[in-house]
């Protein structure tokens, strides 16, 4: 019985010793989505404000034009592919259940030359970097941090963000069978799907 116990504690040990940077990058992984991770709302956003896109699209992008049919933005200004600064509005309501591509098409989305007289209020920020936080005994771990941000022009600062993290706890040569290697976090991402809505109701997260 001695010998077995003794075998199970060795045996454990060795794991240990083995993952010990795998174990540690966890540490520090989980102390991240603890402190970081997720929905933070420091200030209100108003509704009716112009917003900014920092990108330069062509006139009907669909895929980043759904930025004008929130119905919270008073309009959305953007560069077209000639550089030319145009603004994107709502013309019309659309019904409920109407698709994206429908409320992007010039039925409803109306573009025009942009109004430089109006000023922008917000535009949003997006980050994608891969960092290692302790590269002294994290050698074969990888993290990344994706974010968006939601920035006051007018005050220059953040007003709210979510934040993602990932890590990649060893490389594959350490595992059976092409095991999962890779965790992310926040695990629940609801509060990511009416992030967009709750810019303009939470003043500060609690």
């Not at 083995?18 to 970081?36: I, T």
């Not at 108003?46 to 006139?59: C, F, H, L, N, V």
């Not at 759904?66 to 953007?78: I, P, Q, Y």
């Not at 509005?89 to 989305?109: F, H, Q």
Request: hydrophobic share 35%; charged share 25%; glycine share 6%.
């Amino acid at each position: 019985m001695k010998k077995l116990l003794v075998l199970v504690v060795l045996c454990i040990a060795g794991y240990c010793l083995y993952n010990a940077d795998a174990l540690y990058g966890q540490y520090l992984f989980s102390q991240m989505c603890k402190k970081e991770s997720g929905a933070r709302f420091y200030k209100k956003v108003e509704k009716a404000q112009g917003w900014r896109m920092d990108k330069i699209y062509s006139a009907y992008d669909k895929k980043h034009l759904g930025l004008a049919s929130n119905l919270h933005r008073g309009f959305v200004r953007f560069k077209d592919e000639s550089g030319n600064q145009l603004d994107a509005r709502l013309k019309a309501m659309p019904p409920y259940g109407t698709s994206r591509d429908v409320i992007n098409s010039p039925e409803y989305t109306l573009i025009e030359p942009a109004n430089l007289s109006v000023p922008v209020r917000y535009t949003e920020k997006y980050i994608n970097e891969e960092f290692n936080p302790d590269p002294r005994w994290l050698k074969k771990q990888s993290f990344g941090k994706n974010q968006v941000q939601i920035i006051d022009l007018d005050a220059n600062e953040v007003v709210a963000s979510y934040t993602g993290f990932g890590y990649r706890w060893t490389t594959s040569d350490r595992v059976i069978l092409n095991a999962p290697t890779a965790v992310t976090c926040p695990e629940n991402t609801d509060d990511r799907k009416t992030f967009g809505s709750n810019i303009y109701t939470h003043g500060e997260k609690k």
